[in-house]
């Protein structure tokens, strides 16, 4: 790629660049491949949101919005080698890529699918008739799109599926959205997003990208708007507590740090199926999208008596994987998405450092000098011996191919550990045995959004530590944010008021069953 892309935003059905916008830089070799433009008209984008995009989306039926997303889908999947073009200079191998492209795109089908289980009308009922007196005066609680504008504020380490796993139940539920993607990698979103545009299937108003600063974009929100974000806990701390935000109620869910952890079960000793099915998972997830994954296992918890084969069986695992230029067949590790993640990277291993041990990384590797200006960074092993006397291993995320390991003496020691990450996204637990699996399920659960369980008869079907799905819930409680994105109608919560409407039968189902309201 020599030519470098003039990005635009896209406000009010309308492409708009130009202007001084900040350069961006490829995460192979550093050369410059994109222009940011320069800021974007917020009032424009808002009212154009709320009175053109929103009243079209709400004209329409649940199931018609699902074929929307259904031709979207089609669309994006014609086009997709485009992205796969640009996803390679984010620093994305060829399996990162899909894991971002086809992962957004799949969302969208699923949300699709779920749309044919929904009413062909405009109101969503959540469960049944509720008795609440003797006579024809019931209760029923309903679901309506919020009439304001959803905004997204999306993280770098997905330019596609970040969009789209968040534009999936926005449109779902008939509400308008303003994307707003993370600046470092911000040219493979616009790419997707001209596609989208450029299908025609959307209605005017439906969708608007904003690049680069937001400006007073808080300061102008209302009640019947909704924040989604997905980022650092710094950033969404500050945000959620904006004084528009909290003064007038403005919906804010966020997804931001998470320091996930995998147990090895007490009963898989070196030589089970289940040992040897959490080793390469953890070195799949420290590798994968180069460890920048919200998801990815950050904590690696194993009995004590095979803390010392697990390391062994890891480190070897990790000698083979080949670190370099993504675009390269052979390249398992590619780069991390820019310099200054790479900074923030070797500062939190710094961190970590100090109540952990460097096994094995924790340094540039060096690619020669085509690639001298790259993102590049070893895939790194620690190892904390104490971990329910330490504080950092369990608080500060490397964002890279980073991951600690840690002893536990039993189940219980294993459930604190776990918890000591003060509420993460996705655990998984590697064991056959039942009683075990049971006992730190449920001890977990309670500081986990998502745990998938598996042993040598399931492992063939699991979908994989790290993979957010659109069936089930992605958000986590405490450090990671509180949100609940995805799960089908939990995902488009944010989206969607709840009413309880008290009436007459018919007059519930007259509500339930109109159409053509706007
Ligand atoms: P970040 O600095 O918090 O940025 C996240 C998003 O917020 C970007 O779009 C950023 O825009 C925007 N932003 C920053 N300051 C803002 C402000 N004052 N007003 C409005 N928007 C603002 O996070 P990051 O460094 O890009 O992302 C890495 C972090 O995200 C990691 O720590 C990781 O844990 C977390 N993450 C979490 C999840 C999850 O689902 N839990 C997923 C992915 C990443 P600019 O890029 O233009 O600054």
Not at 94 to 114: H, L, M, Q, R
Not at 155 to 172: D, H, I, Q, S
């Amino acid at each position: 790629m020599t030519d470098c892309i003039s990005l635009s935003h896209y406000i009010a059905d309308r492409w708009v660049g130009g202007g001084e916008g900040r350069s961006l830089h490829s995460a192979i070799d550093g050369a410059v491949v994109a222009q940011m433009p320069g800021t974007a008209d917020i009032a424009a984008i808002l009212h154009h949101a709320r009175t053109i995009g929103g009243p079209a989306l709400r004209a329409m039926t649940f199931r018609e919005r699902g074929q929307m997303l259904r031709a979207l889908a089609g669309a994006l999947t014609e086009r997709k080698d485009e992205l796969y073009a640009l996803s390679s200079l984010t620093g994305a191998t060829k399996g990162d890529s899909a894991f971002d492209i086809e992962g957004g795109i799949g969302t969208f089908f699923v949300y699709a699918s779920k749309a044919k289980a929904m009413p062909d009308a405009h109101v969503l009922p959540e469960s049944g008739r509720e008795t609440i007196s003797k006579g024809d005066f019931l209760g029923q609680h309903i679901l309506t799109p919020l009439t304001g504008v959803a905004v997204h504020i999306n993280a770098y380490n997905f330019p596609v599926w970040g969009m789209l796993e968040k534009l999936a139940p926005t449109l779902l539920a008939g509400m308008p959205a303003v994307v707003k993607p993370a600046t470092v990698g911000g040219y493979l979103t616009e790419a997707a997003f001209r596609i989208i545009i450029e299908s025609g299937v959307l209605p005017q108003g439906a969708v608007q990208l904003l690049l680069g600063d937001t400006g007073d974009l808080l300061d102008r929100l209302d009640g019947q708007d909704s924040v989604a974000f997905t980022g650092s806990a710094n950033t969404a701390n500050r945000l959620k507590a904006h004084p528009n935000v909290v003064g007038k109620t403005v919906r804010f869910a966020a997804e931001q740090d998470s320091l996930n952890a995998s147990i090895l079960g007490p009963d898989a000793d070196e030589g089970t199926p289940e040992f040897d099915l959490f080793v390469k998972e953890v070195v799949r997830e420290m590798t994968q999208k180069a460890g920048q994954k919200c998801t990815a296992i950050r904590r690696i918890l194993v009995p004590g008596k095979s803390i010392d084969a697990v390391q062994s069986a890891v480190v070897a695992r990790l000698a083979r994987v080949t670190v370099g230029d993504p675009r390269e067949g052979g390249t398992r590790l590619g780069a991390l998405a820019g310099l200054a993640q790479r900074d923030d990277v070797i500062a939190n291993v710094e961190r970590l450092k100090t109540e952990a041990n460097v096994v094995v990384g924790g340094t540039i590797p060096d690619l020669g000098d085509a690639l001298a200006g790259g993102a590049y960074y070893d895939a790194t092993l620690l190892r904390c011996n104490d971990p329910l006397g330490s504080e950092i291993v369990h608080s500060v995320e490397a964002f890279g191919p980073v991951a600690t390991l840690m002893p536990y003496a039993d189940v219980d020691e294993a459930i604190a550990i776990a918890n000591a990450g003060q509420g993460s996204l996705a655990l998984s637990i590697f064991s056959h045995d039942r009683a075990a699996i049971a006992r730190l399920a449920i001890g977990t659960a309670p500081f986990h959004g998502r745990i998938m369980i598996v042993d040598r008869d399931n492992a063939e079907f699991a979908t994989g530590h790290g993979a957010a799905l659109p069936h089930l819930q992605h958000g986590g409680p405490g450090r990671a944010g509180g949100g609940a994105e995805l799960g089908g109608v939990i995902g488009m919560m944010p989206y969607l008021q709840r009413s309880a409407i008290q009436g007459s039968n018919g007059m519930i189902e007259a509500i339930e069953g109109l159409r053509g309201h706007g």
